[in-house]
């Protein structure tokens, strides 16, 4: 049994109370709070994608509730696959937030700290999700018939359709995140502090931040290591379960570098330490080919990338029925979600909704037959194109001087349902794009 104490209790009330202030939306205020409430008990805090969405609470719940389906209910991969899938996918956009988030949860659910270490260290299944991840990521219209044959069909690591579906789905679920998270700037909540001893291997310690203070380390590769600090994730765990973790994690990891180094010498660690920290590898151990990357699809000449036309497969007439038949209910939660977004109270017209929404889903090769794009230039000012482009296409360079794009002239809870429209039109487009290729698969 978990005691908490009047000191443990301070921080949460206090974060509470401060983040219920800045949330005063019409009569929606009930909910949030309500929402707010069973975060912070269950998991001691809030995130920091949470609070960004708290301001449009009926979309927080409905992208709450998908998130967790998929990352921790029923469902054909096991739950380290799950978090692991998630990893590769942020760590497409550079993504440091989802990267740490994933790392810390991936340790708490049993996975291997060994496969932190980069891609290389994970299993030839999981390998093999590299390429269709790197394509949905940057670009999509790539997605083709023969990359789903390829990963049925590899033998002794072949995937299931069903396995197939549920990582596309956290695949383009994570993709999109990234977008959210650096259109509202959540990435930059992280701050470098410090460099880890060159040489040394990395110790993973699963305590999925749950004390309050957390050190990552950030690159396992490059001579330039970095510690990141950042508020706790999880403050209910048990510290003797803690301290048990920790010291069996550590115990492993001597034994497995005393096999491979024999005469090396492993040194002691402060276990006061090791509590506050969990360490996780550079995003850029988690992918291949770093030079691939969003092309302008307006500009393709080739004959064989062809717009994709949504009267010939929709989203509503063969996306939801596909997803949910091989991956039950997820349909349902999808659907609700992008629902939820279009309809949610907002100073924004019907028209500049849809015109948001279409310009995505246009630069990602996808288009309306019944829509006139017109519109688009008529109802989005130039500014505003350029950072939907940017934040839906190539998200991780909106935090470079390159591209210092902002919202700043809209009101907050403005800006975050634009980017909650981003999130979501690029989710769709991803889904569409694989569901399409599965679907040719399976009749071909």
Same mark, same amino acid.
């Given at each position: 049994?978990?005691?908490?104490?009047?000191?443990?209790?301070?921080?949460?009330?206090?974060?509470?109370?401060?983040?219920?202030?800045?949330?005063?939306?019409?009569?929606?205020?009930?909910?949030?709070?309500?929402?707010?409430?069973?975060?912070?008990?269950?998991?001691?805090?809030?995130?920091?994608?949470?609070?960004?969405?708290?301001?449009?609470?009926?979309?927080?719940?409905?992208?709450?509730?998908?998130?967790?389906?998929?990352?921790?209910?029923?469902?054909?991969?096991?739950?380290?696959?799950?978090?692991?899938?998630?990893?590769?996918?942020?760590?497409?956009?550079?993504?440091?937030?989802?990267?740490?988030?994933?790392?810390?949860?991936?340790?708490?659910?049993?996975?291997?700290?060994?496969?932190?270490?980069?891609?290389?260290?994970?299993?030839?299944?999981?390998?093999?999700?590299?390429?269709?991840?790197?394509?949905?990521?940057?670009?999509?219209?790539?997605?083709?018939?023969?990359?789903?044959?390829?990963?049925?069909?590899?033998?002794?690591?072949?995937?299931?359709?069903?396995?197939?579906?549920?990582?596309?789905?956290?695949?383009?679920?994570?993709?999109?995140?990234?977008?959210?998270?650096?259109?509202?700037?959540?990435?930059?909540?992280?701050?470098?502090?410090?460099? @880890?001893?060159?040489? /040394?291997? !990395?110790? #993973? +310690?699963?305590? %999925?931040? *749950?004390?309050?203070?957390?050190?990552?380390? $950030?690159?396992?590769?490059?001579?330039?290591?970095?510690?990141?600090?950042?508020?706790?994730?999880?403050?209910?765990?048990?510290?003797?379960?803690?301290?048990?973790?920790?010291?069996?994690?550590?115990?492993?990891?001597?034994?497995?570098?005393?096999?491979?180094?024999?005469?090396?010498?492993?040194?002691?660690?402060?276990?006061?330490?090791?509590?506050?920290?969990?360490?996780?590898?550079?995003? @850029?151990?988690?992918? /291949?080919? !770093?030079? #691939? +990357?969003?092309? %302008?699809? *307006?500009?393709?000449?080739?004959?064989?990338? $062809?717009?994709?036309?949504?009267?010939?497969?929709?989203?509503?007439?063969?996306?939801?029925?596909?997803?949910?038949?091989?991956?039950?209910?997820?349909?349902?939660?999808?659907?609700?979600?992008?629902?939820?977004?279009?309809?949610?109270?907002?100073?924004?017209?019907?028209?500049?909704?849809?015109?948001?929404?279409?310009?995505?889903?246009?630069?990602?090769?996808?288009?309306?037959?019944?829509?006139?794009?017109?519109?688009?230039?008529?109802?989005?000012?130039?500014?505003?194109?350029?950072?939907?482009?940017?934040?839906?296409?190539?998200?991780?360079?909106?935090?470079?001087?390159?591209?210092?794009?902002?919202?700043?002239?809209?009101?907050?809870?403005?800006?975050?349902?634009?980017?909650?429209?981003?999130?979501?039109?690029?989710?769709?487009?991803?889904?569409?794009?694989?569901?399409?290729?599965?679907?040719?698969?399976?009749?071909?």
């Amino acid at each position: 049994m978990i005691i908490c104490t009047n000191k443990m209790e301070y921080p949460l009330r206090t974060q509470y109370q401060r983040v219920q202030k800045k949330v005063m939306v019409n009569g929606e205020k009930e909910c949030v709070s309500l929402l707010f409430m069973k975060a912070l008990v269950s998991r001691g805090s809030m995130d920091a994608v949470s609070q960004q969405m708290a301001s449009h609470s009926q979309y927080l719940e409905s992208f709450l509730r998908t998130q967790h389906y998929i990352l921790h209910m029923d469902g054909p991969l096991p739950l380290p696959y799950r978090h692991y899938i998630a990893i590769m996918a942020a760590a497409r956009h550079h993504c440091n937030y989802l990267v740490y988030l994933h790392s810390a949860q991936f340790l708490r659910v049993g996975g291997d700290p060994l496969w932190l270490q980069g891609l290389e260290a994970a299993p030839p299944r999981l390998r093999l999700l590299d390429h269709i991840n790197k394509v949905l990521a940057h670009q999509p219209w790539l997605t083709a018939c023969s990359h789903i044959q390829t990963l049925l069909k590899s033998g002794e690591q072949c995937w299931s359709l069903a396995e197939l579906v549920q990582a596309v789905v956290i695949l383009a679920h994570c993709h999109s995140l990234c977008s959210f998270v650096f259109g509202c700037d959540t990435d930059s909540d992280f701050v470098l502090l410090s460099k @880890s001893p060159n040489g /040394t291997p !990395p110790t #993973f +310690c699963p305590c %999925d931040a *749950a004390n309050g203070n957390t050190n990552v380390p $950030q690159s396992l590769a490059t001579p330039s290591e970095h510690i990141v600090r950042r508020q706790s994730l999880d403050s209910s765990c048990d510290m003797v379960w803690l301290k048990e973790r920790i010291q069996k994690s550590q115990e492993e990891r001597e034994k497995r570098e005393e096999r491979l180094l024999q005469t090396q010498t492993l040194q002691e660690t402060d276990m006061e330490e090791e509590e506050e920290m969990i360490c996780f590898a550079d995003p @850029s151990r988690f992918i /291949t080919d !770093p030079d #691939f +990357c969003y092309q %302008d699809f *307006a500009r393709r000449e080739e004959d064989h990338f $062809q717009v994709f036309r949504v009267q010939d497969y929709s989203w509503e007439d063969h996306g939801f029925s596909l997803v949910n038949r091989l991956y039950s209910d997820i349909g349902h939660l999808l659907d609700d979600r992008f629902r939820s977004v279009t309809t949610l109270p907002s100073l924004h017209s019907p028209d500049l909704k849809r015109a948001i929404w279409n310009y995505i889903h246009c630069v990602l090769g996808i288009r309306y037959d019944d829509y006139d794009y017109g519109e688009v230039n008529q109802l989005l000012q130039r500014d505003l194109k350029m950072y939907i482009k940017a934040v839906a296409c190539f998200p991780d360079a909106t935090k470079t001087p390159v591209c210092p794009l902002s919202l700043t002239p809209h009101k907050s809870s403005e800006r975050i349902h634009v980017n909650l429209l981003i999130m979501e039109a690029r989710l769709q487009a991803e889904l569409l794009y694989a569901l399409r290729a599965i679907t040719q698969y399976m009749i071909a």
